[in-house]
Every structure is written in C-alpha cells, then in structure tokens.
Nanobody, 130 residues
Framework: QLQLVESGGGLVQPGGSLRLSCIAS????????IGWFRQAPGKEREGVSC????????YYADSVKGRFTISRDNAKNTVYLQMNSLKPEDTAVYYC???????????????????????WGQGTQVTVSS
C-alpha cells in the first residue's frame, strides 16, 4: 500500500517546539519533492515548507522563515519538519505530500501546489495555545 503517514503533532504552548515526521511506505522518497502543507479552519491550504528530491533545495513560506526547518533522511524514507517558536497562528492540520520530480521541478512550485497530485498523508493536528 502506497501511503504517507504524519506524526508528531499535538498541543504546545506559544514559544514551544514540535517535530513532525512523515514516513513513506510502499515507495521511496528519493525521487520526489516533498512538501509540508497546513490548513486551518476556514482557511485555504498553505504550503509551509518544501524540499527538493536531489539537491535538497528548500523553500519556506514567509510566515515560518527562521522558525521552521525541513529535512529529509532518504535512508529512513522520512521527512521532518522542526517547528520552533510556535505561535497560535501556526495552529492547523499539517499534511505532507510527495510529488515525483518529473511532475514538479522546483520547491517553490511544490509549495504552491493547489491540487492533490502525488501522494498525501492524512494529516496531524498542531495546536498552539496557552
């Protein structure tokens, strides 16, 4: 079964940190661009951070620059999103997605994705509240 599974979400106080993980099964992430997206209630889905398949090029939304770090471990078939200095406005369901590099060629294009091509996880809830 081809799937992505996110984990690591939860409730954290403002200023706190979380690390999200996205594990692929049934396929390898080596040739895919990977993105972390989030969707808050009543808002459109937003590309938060993306990482390239080959050179590890990264892209961050302005809202998370300097606070979030994306990384990948191809040996573990896993992508991570380290989130520091969390704010209440970071509250959302976070999804990871994998799209083959032949379909999406840049990390910026990956994070601007508006359709559901590729593989998507079911999401993990992140709530930032005191």
């Amino acid at each position: 079964q081809l799937q992505l599974v996110e984990s690591g979400g939860g409730l954290v106080q403002p200023g706190g940190s979380l690390r999200l993980s996205c594990i692929a099964s049934g396929f390898t992430l080596d040739h895919s661009n990977i993105g972390w997206f989030r969707q808050a209630p009543g808002k459109e889905r937003e590309g938060v951070s993306c990482i390239g398949s080959s050179d590890g090029t990264t892209y961050y939304a302005d809202s998370v620059k300097g606070r979030f770090t994306i990384s990948r471990d191809n040996a573990k078939n896993t992508v991570y999103l380290q989130m520091n200095s969390l704010k209440p406005e970071d509250t959302a369901v976070y999804y990871c997605a994998a799209v083959h590099r032949f379909l999406i060629t840049t990390t910026q294009a990956m994070c601007a994705l508006r359709n559901n091509i590729g593989y998507w996880g079911q999401g993990t809830q992140v709530t930032v509240s005191s």
